[in-house]
Every structure is written in structure tokens, then in C-alpha cells.
């Protein structure tokens, strides 16, 4: 029971994701936290406070001049007496009124009596969520240390409208408060980080692309080690078929340009680990239909184009990251080809390996790197991805310190 005897406190406001609430407080509940639900009058059109009480097993509260509820705990109390919140939906008004300060309901007056860690999962509609003025407020509110879980791309329940603005699902907001409950260390906590990770696909055409064999495996860890470090990362994944890291913003991406976009919309940052096996071709006009083959004719040749380098144009970027790290591939030469490259891309540091087929690197548990920097080289031993990702993450810590 990972959350055992933590008290939280889930605001939930109007937005159709209120019933993913529903799920989240059960599965709170199994993991031994005990949830106290406090329901805007948005909310209540969604899902009733029968049910969320019901589920909780509890008093749901939702009126800021309730005599009852005032005598009960009073909202300076329900504010404070939590180990967190999490806010679940949150909707862009209610965003919109934790960013600045506003407290006129039960919700934002606990948001703004609390001494307690925040966590919002935000959910809206994508134009909501991509307006200039709710990008204002998710500045101010990570400035102000409120963490975030998603929103994530995909269709929108009342829609059918698709892109980024859905509501995580419940089990992934339960990873985020386990995150934020872990008592361990926190040395980036107020950090962000990007992080890329798996390989690219580059298509052909509708049915066949180019691409390589990054796992992800590795880049994953990354992710996950930091956010227990404290940081608020989002990772720029290529398509993998491993799960999303918990506690972690992911964005799914296909081909270099893609991911080169989703890195640059998530700027600013304050560490940024190139971990992508990003392919350094792609084809150069794909085509919009299957390339049939023809009786006796040989196969059209391929046209390829250099993509975009994604850790080169972020280590010389207006908005570049204070540590820039990158990692090195190599099947020869790693040392001088590192060092050419920790030049050439702007890195801090990079982390070089061995990928010749012999090593089993590639794809597989174990990794045996090298941190090549302008201090020289640290030679680190035989250990499997998640024990390097977890000694990266401390390294990356001790270097922002
Ligand atoms: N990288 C990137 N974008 C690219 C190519 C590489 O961001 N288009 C990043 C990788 O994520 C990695 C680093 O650059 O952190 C080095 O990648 P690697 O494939 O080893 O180097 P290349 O630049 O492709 O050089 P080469 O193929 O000549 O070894």
C-alpha cells in the first residue's frame, strides 16, 4: 500500500473527465490513502456528490460559507490538514484563478490557504489548452511550484476534438502523487527537464518507414529518475513499446521533426537529456501511397535528406537548457568521437557507449557508459539501464547544484 494513511485532499472541478475521478478515488483508496473530496459547482453537474461520497466514504465538500462544514474543519483547516492535494479535473478557470490569487469559491480558497504540495491534472479542450492566456497561468503556476500531471493528446470526450488537453488517466495520476508523497530526496524539485528517448520513424509511405533499434529502455529510466529527484519532466518519446514512466509528461512522436517540435514547444527547461536514437536520414519526399512494385522493374531508389539535429540546434538555442546532455552511439573510436561531438552539439556532457553488436547495448537491460566533458573522461562500470539512468540523474543533480 503505497500511499498508506496519506491523507489527500481531491479537488475536483467542472469538466467531463469529473467521472475519471470517480476511478482515481477508488484507486486511492486501494493504495490506503484516505481522500477527502471537495466538489466545485462545475463538478456537481457531472457527477454527483452522492457518488463521489459514496466512493470516499466520506463527507463531500463543496460549500464555502457552509455553517455545517465551518464547524467541521473550516476551509483554513481543510487547506492544511492533507499531506497533499491534487486537484482532478482542473479546469482552465480554475487554473485561471490559482494563478492569480482569486478565491471565491470553496476550491480556490483552499488552493490559496494551503501550505500543502499541489498537483493538477489539468483537462480541456485543446483550444483552451494551447490559449495564450492559459499558457500565462501554467507559467505562474510552475513558478509558484504547482506540479503537473499531463494533459495528454487524444480525442476529447464531448468533441471528438483531437489533441492535447485530455485528462490523464487515474492510474497515472496515482503515479504522480506516489511521486510527490516519496519521502526521499528531492535535489530538482523546481527543475524542469526534456527528455528524448526511443528511436524515430521516418516513413516511406503510408505502410513503411526507416527506423532503428532503440528500445527506449534507457531514455525511460532517464525520465523516471529524474522526476524522483524531484524535477517535472516531459519526455519526447519515439515509438517505443515499452509503458510511460510514472510520474512523467509524455509525448508520443514519430518521425526527427516531430520530436524536434515537441522538445522546442517544451522549452524552456532547465536540463535537457538527448537520449533519442533520432534517425539521421529520412526519405526525401515520402509518398502519400503504397510504392507498388512493378513486374521486372527493380525498386525506385530511396532520395534521403538529413533531419533536423535535435541536440545540436537545442545546444546552440536561444532558450538553451543551463545543462545540455547528450549521448554518443559509437562502434569505434568512442573517446575522440564523443569528444567531437560534445563540441559540435553544445553539450554539458555526453554520455558515451559502445552499441557494436557484441556489447547487446542496443535494445538490451545492461549499459556500460562513458561522461565525456571538458573536465575528461569518467569510466563507469557494467550496470543495467535503470541503475545507470538513477547514477545520471544523481550526476545531473550534483551538476545543477
Ligand atoms: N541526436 C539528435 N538529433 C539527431 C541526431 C542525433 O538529437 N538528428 C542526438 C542523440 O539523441 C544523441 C546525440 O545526438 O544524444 C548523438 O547521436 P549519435 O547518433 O551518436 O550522433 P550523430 O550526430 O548521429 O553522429 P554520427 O551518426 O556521425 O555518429
New binding site residues.
Given amino acids: 500500500m503505497t500511499l498508506s494513511g496519506k491523507r489527500i485532499l481531491l479537488i475536483i472541478s467542472g469538466g467531463i473527465a469529473a467521472y475519471k475521478s470517480l476511478d482515481l478515488i477508488r484507486r486511492l483508496r486501494e493504495r490506503g490513502a484516505e481522500v477527502r473530496p471537495l466538489m466545485t459547482a462545475g463538478a456537481q453537474e457531472f457527477v454527483t456528490p452522492l457518488a463521489v461520497g459514496a466512493l470516499s466514504s466520506g463527507h463531500v465538500y463543496t460549500d464555502l460559507f457552509s455553517r455545517e462544514d465551518e464547524q467541521d474543519v473550516g476551509h483554513i483547516r481543510l487547506a492544511r490538514d492533507c499531506d497533499m492535494i491534487c486537484v482532478a479535473p482542473a479546469t482552465a478557470d480554475l487554473m485561471a484563478k490559482m494563478a492569480n490569487g482569486l478565491a471565491n469559491d470553496l476550491a480556490s480558497t483552499v488552493l490559496l490557504a494551503t501550505n500543502r504540495p499541489v498537483l493538477i491534472a489539468p483537462a480541456m479542450n485543446p483550444a483552451m489548452w494551447s490559449h495564450p492566456a492559459t499558457r500565462r497561468n501554467i507559467e505562474t503556476l510552475r513558478k509558484d511550484g504547482i506540479r503537473f500531471i499531463g494533459p495528454m493528446a487524444g480525442e476529447m470526450a464531448e468533441s471528438g476534438e483531437a489533441g492535447e488537453g485530455r485528462m490523464a488517466e487515474p492510474l497515472q495520476i496515482v503515479a504522480g502523487i506516489e511521486a510527490l508523497m516519496d519521502d526521499a530526496p528531492k535535489p530538482l524539485a523546481g527543475k524542469t527537464a526534456i527528455v528524448?528517448s526511443g528511436p524515430?520513424h521516418e516513413p516511406i509511405d503510408p505502410v513503411r518507414y526507416i527506423a532503428n533499434r532503440s528500445s527506449g529502455k534507457q531514455g525511460h529510466a532517464i525520465a523516471a529518475h529524474l522526476a524522483r529527484l524531484g524535477a517535472e519532466v516531459t519526455l519526447v518519446s519515439g515509438p517505443v513499446t515499452i509503458p510511460d514512466p510514472a510520474g512523467v509528461n509524455v509525448i508520443h512522436v514519430e518521425s526527427?521533426r516531430d520530436?524536434?517540435e515537441a522538445v522546442t514547444k517544451a522549452l524552456p527547461a532547465d536540463i535537457a537529456?538527448?537520449?533519442?536514437?533520432?534517425?539521421?536520414w529520412r526519405v526525401s519526399a515520402s509518398s502519400d501511397n503504397k510504392i507498388k512494385k512493378k513486374e521486372g522493374e527493380g525498386p525506385a531508389p530511396l532520395e534521403l535528406t538529413?533531419?533536423?539535429?535535435?541536440?545540436?540546434?537545442?545546444g546552440h538555442h536561444a532558450s538553451r537548457p543551463k545543462l545540455v546532455?547528450?549521448?554518443?552511439?559509437?562502434t569505434a573510436d568512442v573517446i575522440s568521437?564523443a569528444q567531437a561531438?560534445l563540441a559540435?552539439?553544445g553539450?554539458d556532457f555526453?554520455?558515451a557507449n559502445d552499441v557494436s553488436p557484441a556489447t547487446g547495448i542496443m535494445g538490451g537491460d545492461r549499459n556500460r557508459v562513458r561522461i565525456v566533458s571538458k573536465d575528461g573522461v569518467e569510466d563507469w562500470p557494467d550496470l543495467s539501464k535503470d541503475e545507470t539512468a538513477a547514477r545520471l540523474a544523481e550526476r545531473i543533480a550534483e551538476n545543477m547544484a
Fill in positions: 528524448t524515430t526527427a520530436m524536434l537529456v538527448f537520449v533519442a536514437a533520432v534517425a539521421d538529413e533531419n533536423p539535429d535535435i541536440l545540436k540546434t537545442i546532455v547528450g549521448f554518443a552511439a559509437e568521437n561531438k559540435r552539439k553539450a555526453i554520455v
